[in-house]
């Protein structure tokens, strides 16, 4: 007894150090951004979506209530609420309060990251804390007012809960998923795949239907707002977002190289991402077959990886533009394959170099953020 709780304790300190330090890492690359240019906070959040989710947390408690807020349904309420409960705690400053918030729960992403990867590696601790830093895109937009940061969260909370065989906290999880981004519920579908038709646990369907109420209602109170469903707004060409050609996948990759638009700078990088992407799904194709105890990854990544290659943009090489953000979700598990056998001395290597590139990267960004006028 007296063991197993000093194990605990062990435990629970690990947790809180990889938080610190996965957030001491994140405020490092936001205080790049200071370094950049002289800027302020309010200042980098001139970015699109940021201003959007800023803008939802600043209708609550009747969220999409103001005047004008159509636009904004595209962007969905759970991330924006966290805001605006943070906000009290920094006078209601929502900036601030949009930065701590992303901070926090993206160092508590790899908290959950090592629950998870220490059912399958003794370098679970190392692993996690390289997330906070790579892919250096996650690095990026996980320290502004995105929903990235709680989406991927509760991803791994499901997958975390999955493996413990809780199920209702499996599809709670999806669940408040669905109200982070809709793109939840290729989730939905992955863990509902695996559950049903592969183990045939079909009582999961009640918790599966339970959980996916509050999309629901949600979109009844949009409906009830704008008198129109809102089911995946669909906008025009917005232009503007660099590149000169419009253009769809795969053949966005290919044109988004050949466009003039484009520093070869950001074609290297997408092509880095866009590799390093296929060398995970790769391997999820050669688990799904071969190695059970990484059958679930397999069926998050594979279904996942395969809608990105059919969406439409709806700007300029769209595709190329968001591959390497678009993707986010599936790197912590291909971080499992792809580093969870190294030995330690390799993966502090990975994380030194990590760090190094994610602040180089955001540094490199935040200048043509400057000059484009979007994240990049």
């Given at each position: 007894?007296?063991?197993?709780?000093?194990?605990?304790?062990?435990?629970?300190?690990?947790?809180?150090?990889?938080?610190?330090?996965?957030?001491?890492?994140?405020?490092?690359?936001?205080?790049?951004?200071?370094?950049?240019?002289?800027?302020?906070?309010?200042?980098?959040?001139?970015?699109?979506?940021?201003?959007?989710?800023?803008?939802?947390?600043?209708?609550?408690?009747?969220?999409?209530?103001?005047?004008?807020?159509?636009?904004?349904?595209?962007?969905?309420?759970?991330?924006?609420?966290?805001?605006?409960?943070?906000?009290?705690?920094f006078g209601g400053n929502l900036v601030y309060a949009g930065f701590f918030t992303a901070i926090s729960i993206s160092a508590l992403c790899s908290v959950v990251l090592y629950l998870i990867a220490r059912q399958f590696t003794k370098r679970a601790f190392l692993l996690s804390l390289i997330f906070a830093v790579i892919p250096a895109k996650w690095a990026q937009v996980s320290v502004y007012p995105l929903s990235e940061s709680?989406?991927?969260?509760?991803?791994?909370?499901?997958?975390?809960?999955?493996?413990?065989?809780?199920?209702?906290?499996?599809?709670?999880?999806?669940?408040?998923?669905?109200?982070?981004?809709?793109?939840?519920?290729?989730?939905?579908f992955s863990f509902l795949l695996t559950d049903v038709l592969i183990e045939k646990r079909f009582f999961v369907l009640k918790y599966a239907v339970v959980a996916m109420a509050p999309f629901f209602v949600f979109h009844g109170y949009l409906f009830l707002l704008f008198q129109k469903f809102m089911f995946f707004?669909?906008?025009?060409?917005?232009?503007?977002?660099?590149?000169?050609?419009?253009?769809?996948?795969?053949?966005?990759?290919?044109?988004?190289i050949k466009d003039q638009g484009f520093l070869l700078a950001r074609k290297t990088y997408t092509l880095v991402a866009f590799g390093f992407y296929s060398v995970i799904f790769a391997f999820a194709?050669?688990?799904?077959?071969?190695?059970?105890?990484?059958r679930l990854f397999s069926a998050l990544i594979i279904p996942y990886f395969i809608f990105t290659l059919f969406l439409k943009g709806s700007s300029h090489n769209w595709w190329m533009l968001t591959l390497p953000r678009f993707l986010i979700p599936v790197a912590p598990f291909g971080?499992?394959?792809?580093?969870?056998?190294?030995?330690?001395?390799?993966?502090?290597v990975i994380l030194g170099v990590g760090t190094a590139w994610a602040i180089a990267y955001a540094a490199g960004s935040h200048v043509i953020h400057l000059i484009h006028g979007r994240i990049v």
């Open positions: 007894m007296t063991h197993g709780l000093c194990d605990g304790e062990m435990t629970l300190k690990k947790e809180f150090l990889l938080f610190f330090l996965a957030a001491a890492l994140k405020t490092m690359i936001l205080g790049t951004l200071f370094l950049t240019a002289d800027c302020s906070l309010s200042e980098l959040v001139k970015f699109a979506d940021v201003k959007s989710y800023l803008k939802i947390a600043g209708s609550y408690p009747l969220p999409y209530g103001m005047e004008g807020m159509e636009v904004n349904v595209r962007h969905y309420p759970l991330f924006p609420f966290l805001v605006w409960v943070a906000s009290p705690f709680v989406f991927v969260l509760l991803l791994l909370l499901a997958v975390y809960y999955h493996l413990k065989e809780h199920y209702w906290g499996t599809y709670l999880s999806l669940g408040m998923l669905l109200l982070a981004r809709p793109l939840g519920v290729i989730f939905l707004t669909h906008y025009g060409k917005s232009g503007g977002w660099g590149g000169s050609v419009f253009s769809y996948p795969l053949s966005g990759l290919i044109e988004g194709v050669y688990h799904a077959f071969n190695n059970e105890k990484y971080l499992i394959f792809l580093l969870g056998q190294l030995k330690e001395k390799y993966l502090y």
